[in-house]
């Protein structure tokens, strides 16, 4: 199975850390999180910061911009340090409270749904009118693609730049089907129509991985590296793609309904950005070579699928 993540020990963050603080720091500790960062926490004195790798200065620049603009609204971790060294990206955010959601018991996650469906409520009202565009916030601060549906389309372009360059020669070389890719990928293309052509802040891999909950709080929501602009109802179907159990989106619809808010082809919708993050799932571990989380990913789109078809 491969990694795609920075090369980086903990004996080799203390290295760096030592170069890019002024004093001493301690209590070095690694933190599992995300496919393509390596993630330490530490202590600078009295206070605590979280350190990412990355492996690319763009997105370095893309959570600079989210934390400036958006963290005095929604629960982001202040950024207080960016930078290179030894020609690999970081940054420093101070560290929440808490722990992540998917790390506590099952009745802890049950308890913290409430606030985490206000949280999601209050991402909804962020306005996003000083820029334009849709699809992945740039460095620049502006949506990458001219709508909705042409950003979802173009993620699965044979030409692609980047991690996901010459993807298409997966079909031969390793077990990614190409007949179950372009049965789910017509299928997501023909619910994309009932996107709302309203703009809204997208998280982009909403699950309970990337929040922190302290006492039944959400302290913070992390990981904004695929933020984009477009369908609010992308992250609800992300976080029910990976924890169906919890009912988010039906908790989520009566939370709206008892507010008097109806929202337009929800099921269509919910069930498009499912079909279009199990595609993105089914590519990228046939690329790390993961046949068992691949093979969970399939059985999920095989029932979406029918749903769809």
Not at 120 to 142: H, L
Not at 185 to 190: D, G, H, K, P, T
Request: contains cysteine; glycine residues 6%.
């Amino acid at each position: 199975m491969k990694s795609f993540k920075p090369d980086m020990t903990i004996e080799r963050a203390q290295h760096f850390l030592q170069t890019i603080e002024s004093e001493t720091v301690s209590d070095i500790a690694p933190i599992e999180m995300g496919e393509l960062s390596k993630v330490f926490r530490y202590r600078l004195g009295a206070q605590s910061f979280v350190i990412h790798f990355k492996s690319g200065r763009e997105t370095v620049d893309k959570v600079k911009l989210i934390s400036e603009r958006y963290s005095s609204v929604l629960p982001i971790p202040r950024m207080v340090k960016i930078g290179t060294c030894d020609g690999l990206p970081y940054t420093i955010s101070e560290q929440a409270v808490g722990a992540p959601v998917l790390t506590q018991p099952k009745e802890e996650i049950v308890r913290v749904i409430p606030d985490l469906i206000e949280r999601f409520a209050a991402m909804n009202q962020v306005r996003v009118d000083s820029a334009s565009g849709y699809g992945w916030i740039t460095p620049s601060g502006e949506g990458a693609s001219a709508s909705w549906t042409d950003w979802l389309a173009s993620l699965f372009n044979e030409e692609q730049e980047g991690f996901y360059e010459g993807w298409t020669s997966l079909f031969e070389s390793s077990f990614l089907e190409k007949d179950l890719f372009d049965r789910t990928y017509a299928a997501m293309i023909e619910l994309a129509q009932y996107a709302p052509e309203e703009r809204y802040l997208v998280h982009g891999d909403f699950h309970l991985g990337n929040m922190l909950s302290d006492d039944g709080r959400i302290t913070a929501i992390v990981d904004w590296e695929m933020a984009m602009y477009g369908d609010f109802l992308f992250d609800a179907a992300v976080l029910h793609l990976w924890v169906p159990q919890i009912g988010f989106p039906q908790r989520l619809r009566e939370h709206w309904e008892r507010q008097g808010r109806e929202i337009a082809h929800f099921e269509k919708r919910l069930l498009c950005y499912q079909l279009f993050k199990g595609l993105d799932g089914l590519r990228f571990y046939a690329k790390k070579d993961d046949k068992p989380s691949y093979d969970f990913m399939r059985s999920h789109l095989v029932t979406l699928l029918k749903q769809a078809e």
